[in-house]
């Protein structure tokens, strides 16, 4: 079975460039996550979709990030003007959104290591 | 909010030694779950463990979620078990949003 697709694996920009993430989930997997890990700590949730639906987007800073899943599969999640702070590394997982939201596994891919300079 | 707090920070093993790593948190969960991010930045789903006791291979975990406190045991450490360990969290309300700790780092030696 497929994991958690996502690209590009590394990415270099200046500050007020911007930048665009990709992640294709686990075929069959409803729902769809994107982390912010920044060095040294855990992953914090930015937003979170059931299907095609936003569930949570509470902290997601909506002045320069936005994400979509049109067609309820895959996802792009976009910064525009990146700042210093957004240096990071931007993981995308998924799970199977077949029981109540929050009460299942997550799967994550490998993520896409942000420099922005 | 819910705070998660993992113990000890850091830990450094001779392979073949046995450890045990701690979650806390703050509230009532419905979900628990433990991850290992290896040294490539790979997050592995290790648990999904909302309570009781779970093994697999030399890995086990046990989860008392009366008393908020999550454990997970690690023996015969092998060189491949290094990296950051992540016990993650989702409050027992509609918040559906797992909480991440921040971790424990560790580094098993040959």
């Known amino acids: 079975e497929a994991g958690v697709a996502q690209s590009p694996r590394y990415k270099i920009i200046e500050k007020r460039q911007s930048v665009a993430f990709w992640c294709n989930p686990i075929?069959?997997?409803?729902?769809l996550y994107w982390y912010q890990q920044i060095l040294g700590q855990g992953p914090k949730l930015l937003i979170q979709?059931?299907?095609?639906?936003?569930?949570?987007d509470s902290q997601l800073p909506k002045d320069r990030f936005s994400a979509e899943r049109l067609k309820g599969v895959d996802s792009t999640l976009k910064i525009q003007p990146a700042k210093l702070e957004d240096s990071a590394v931007y993981l995308c997982?998924?799970?199977?959104?077949?029981?109540?939201?929050?009460?299942?596994?997550?799967?994550f891919g490998s993520g896409t290591q942000l420099s922005v300079l | 909010g819910i705070q998660v707090e993992q113990s000890p920070p850091d830990l450094i093993l001779q392979e073949g030694a046995n450890s045990t790593l701690r979650c806390n948190f703050s509230?009532?969960?419905?979900?628990l779950q433990w991850f290992h991010q290896n040294p490539w930045g790979q997050l592995i789903n290790l648990f999904y463990i909302p309570s009781g006791t779970k093994q697999n291979g030399r890995l086990s975990a046990t989860t008392v979620a009366t008393e908020r406190y999550s454990l997970l045991y690690i023996s015969s450490s092998q060189t491949t078990d290094s990296g950051v360990y992540f016990c993650a969290v989702d409050r027992m309300d509609s918040s559906y949003k797992l909480i991440f700790g921040s971790g424990t780092r560790l580094l098993v030696r040959p």
């Open positions: 075929s069959g997997h409803a729902t």
């Open positions: 509230d009532s969960v419905n979900n």
């Open positions: 997982a998924s799970s199977l959104g077949s029981t109540a939201l929050g009460r299942e596994k997550l799967f």
């Open positions: 979709f059931q299907n095609n639906g936003v569930v949570d």
